[in-house]
């Protein structure tokens, strides 16, 4: 397998050897729903998808600062972009699209942006706790850069979460958040915020952490291997034996 089609095997995430707790409910729906796609429906429109849903997100927010039940609009969009983050990948491997870099760029970077809308939608319900809205985006920003670093140095990338939670726990926690608040706007929907925040900010210093230490020690290891290798090359072609004639 040559570097290209290695990295291309990476970033499919096919590879991957950890998993959260709703994995494997959101493969048994892959497999359910994408015999279902239509024909005309392609890897990208999925993709595409999520742009308009996020504004649509955004949207329903502000529309639920003065109707709460504006934020079931944004339980349905949460819903649509799962299934449609659900199926892009597996859809273009499926019908060989080979949408292999664009798609990885684009899924991840459209997980973000709607990310940062979910996040925004909820300033005009709970206004008062923007500080800590901000601070969640800002982690989870963070982290989404944190991941992409990693990626770039080690060619792989975390597709499996972190200590079983990942994008498809975040999702179920915005629709039960969501629930609750329809039924009665209750307060402690702050310290839901708040611990967020807390486990978002953990979870950034210990992957700073582990990886920072994996790159060194794989730096260091680098730097000696090389080092080895130019003592052998001296040894074995450094300056001729005395007496012997140099190479003409």
């Known amino acids: ?3 290209d089609d290695a990295n291309r095997e990476r970033l499919t995430g096919r590879s991957r050897t950890k998993t959260t707790l709703l994995r494997p409910c959101g493969d048994y729906l892959r497999r359910v729903l994408l015999p279902w796609v239509p024909r005309r429906i392609e890897t990208w429109h999925l993709t595409g998808l999520t742009v308009p849903l996020a504004a649509l997100v955004v949207l329903a927010g502000f529309l639920a600062g ?3 039940q504006w934020i079931w609009l944004i339980s349905g ?3 649509l972009q799962y299934i449609a983050d659900l199926l892009d990948g597996a859809l273009g491997r499926a019908r060989g699209t080979g949408l292999v870099y664009w798609g990885f760029y684009m899924d991840h970077l459209s997980d973000a942006v709607f990310m940062g809308a979910v996040i925004a939608a909820y300033v005009p319900i709970y ?10 985006l800002i ?4 982290l989404f850069l944190h991941e992409a670093l990693a990626c770039v140095c080690t060619g792989a990338y975390n597709w499996g979460g972190h200590h079983g939670l990942g ?7 915005v629709i039960l958040v969501n629930m609750a608040v329809v039924v009665s706007r209750p307060v402690w929907i702050h310290w839901v915020f708040v611990a967020v925040l807390i ?3 953990f979870i950034l210093i210990e992957q700073s952490i582990v990886t920072q230490r994996r790159l060194w020690t794989a730096d260091f290891a680098s730097r000696d291997r090389e080092r080895a290798a130019n003592r052998l090359v001296v040894a074995g072609f450094g300056d001729d034996p005395p007496g012997l004639p140099g190479p003409s």
Request: net charge negative.
């Open 1 to 3: 397998m040559g570097s």
């Open 66 to 68: 003065t109707n709460i």
């Open 77 to 79: 969009a949460v819903v």
């Open 127 to 136: 206004p008062d706790s923007t500080p800590i809205l901000i601070g969640i």
């Open 139 to 142: 982690a989870a920003t963070a």
């Open 167 to 173: 994008l498809e726990e975040g999702r179920l926690l």
């Open 199 to 201: 486990l978002l900010g």
